[in-house]
Antibody, heavy 119, light 107 residues
Framework: EVQLVESGGGAVQPGGSLRLSCAAS????????MHWVRQAPGKGLVWVSR????????TYADSVKGRFTISRDNTKNTIYLQMNSLRAEDTALYYC????????????WGQGTMVTVSS | DIQMTQSPSSLSASVGDRVTITCRAS??????LSWYQQKPGKAPKLLIF???TLQSGVPSRVSGSGSGTDFTLTISSLQPEDFATYFC?????????FGLGTKVEIK
């Protein structure tokens, strides 16, 4: 079964850091561009970041640029999101998602990991 | 950034009804448009990609159309499992953006 499982979320104070992980099973991550998408409680979906299949190319939303770093370890079939200088507005459920082919559609999603930034 | 405007934000419908949701992009996105269904506490599920291509396993009562700036998602005969929130998403240019969602509720 094709599956993504996120972990690493939790509660952190403003200015703190967290590292999210997303482990894939049932397929090889090395074939796919991978993304992080977040959803604040009761709100819509917001794209956060993406990494190319080989990890050489990354892109970020302006709201997280300079604070978040996406990376991947294809030998572990896992991607990561290092989140530094966290703010209250970063509070959200963070999903990792796989892009299907060249159409830009997310065909596999994880169940999400919750990040709460609060003093 | 490309803004995606969905309408309506919510609707009430009965089982068997035909439901149409629209999504308008603030600029042309060709056919780089996907639709997702999300149920409470669950991750989004891909329904349609490339504006009109049905994702594998999605029932044929679901369809998508449009190109450029105007798109629609249609459910031809609403079933109990279709009550959920639906989002559109553009992948024409970064940052990829989503509509705010349309909540389909039981009348």
């Amino acid at each position: 079964e094709v599956q993504l499982v996120e972990s690493g979320g939790g509660a952190v104070q403003p200015g703190g850091s967290l590292r999210l992980s997303c482990a894939a099973s049932g397929f090889s991550l090395s074939d796919a561009w991978m993304h992080w998408v977040r959803q604040a409680p009761g709100k819509g979906l917001v794209w956060v970041s993406r990494v190319s299949s080989d990890g050489s190319f990354t892109t970020y939303a302006d709201s997280v640029k300079g604070r978040f770093t996406i990376s991947r370890d294809n030998t572990k079939n896992t991607i990561y999101l290092q989140m530094n200088s966290l703010r209250a507005e970063d509070t959200a459920l963070y999903y990792c998602a796989k892009v299907a082919g060249g159409e830009g559609a997310f065909d596999v999603w994880g169940q999400g990991t919750m990040v709460t930034v609060s003093s | 950034d490309i803004q995606m405007t969905q309408s309506p934000s919510s609707l009430s419908a009965s089982v068997g009804d035909r439901v149409t949701i629209t999504c308008r992009a603030s600029q042309s996105i060709s056919s780089y448009l996907s639709w997702y269904q999300q149920k409470p506490g669950k991750a989004p599920k891909l329904l349609i990609f490339a504006a009109s291509t049905l994702q594998s396993g999605v029932p044929s009562r679901v369809s998508g159309s449009g190109s450029g700036t105007d798109f629609t998602l249609t459910i031809s005969s609403l079933q109990p499992e279709d009550f959920a929130t639906y989002f559109c998403q553009q992948s024409y240019s970064l940052p990829w953006t989503f509509g705010l969602g349309t909540k389909v509720e039981i009348k």
